[in-house]
């Protein structure tokens, strides 16, 4: 079944890869469409891990209250330090045209 299968989506994808390289009206839209899936699934994806470090009950709290250091709301949690959070985590992007 397998030795059946991959050459016809190999065609199917050669098919699509093709008829996209032409010029359609719409194809901006499709393009668009296409891609918002893979943006949307990344960036909840980034937000999730940066919840899992600074969460709450994320690593880095945990290690905070291992070194003595007690907060009651999480790094993201207070507008005070969120921003600086972030900038500690990436001191070179700081200045630069990065959006946050």
Known sequence: M???LVPLRLAFALFVAMLLNQKHKGLGL???LYYVPSIIGGSIAVSIVWKQLFGNKGVVMSLLGLV???QKTSLLGNPKTALAG???N???DADSDHIL
């Open 86 to 88: 972030i900038y500690q």
């Open 90 to 92: 990436h001191p070179a």
């Open 2 to 4: 397998c030795l059946l």
């Open 30 to 32: 499709y393009r668009t």
């Open 68 to 70: 003595g250091i007690q």
